[in-house]
């Protein structure tokens, strides 16, 4: 599959933006869907993971309650909806795809095959 993120953009800190990923090909609906991201200067971390019906979200602690990762398989498309923005937030954001695998953590970068190229977000203060 191939995964297209879009949606960043510069906003400031309290301030909202919706991120959208979409994938390619008629098995997305099969893979669990992440979004990880990356500040300058650090390792890609994991923000969320999003099992293949939608039904389960797994968060990082410190994006728990601000942000809503979704997905509509019609479109083939996954959203991170990122609500009360913090400077922290700034990063580039990427989306990944991972065949469903009950061995290896929904974190783990690892069992993600797919990346899309990333979109920035840049919170101001």
């Known amino acids: 599959v191939q995964l297209q993120a879009s949606g960043g953009g510069l906003v400031q800190a309290g301030g909202s933006l919706r991120l959208s990923c979409s994938g390619s090909?008629?098995?997305?609906?099969?893979?669990?869907m992440g979004w990880f991201r990356q500040a300058p200067g650090m390792e890609r971390e994991f923000v969320s993971s999003?099992?293949?019906?939608?039904?389960?979200?797994l968060y990082e602690e410190s994006v728990k309650g601000r942000f809503t990762s979704s997905r509509d398989n019609t479109k083939n498309t996954l959203y991170l909806e990122m609500n009360n923005l913090k400077v922290e937030d700034t990063a580039v954001y990427y989306c990944?795809?991972?065949?469903?695998?009950?061995?290896?953590?929904?974190?783990?970068?690892?069992?993600?095959?797919?990346w899309g190229q990333g979109t920035q977000v840049t919170v101001s203060s």
């Open positions: 999003t099992t293949t019906n939608g039904d389960f979200t």
């Open positions: 090909g008629r098995t997305f609906s099969g893979y669990v």
């Open positions: 990944a795809a991972s065949v469903p695998n009950r061995y290896k953590s929904l974190r783990d970068q690892d069992r993600y095959t797919y």
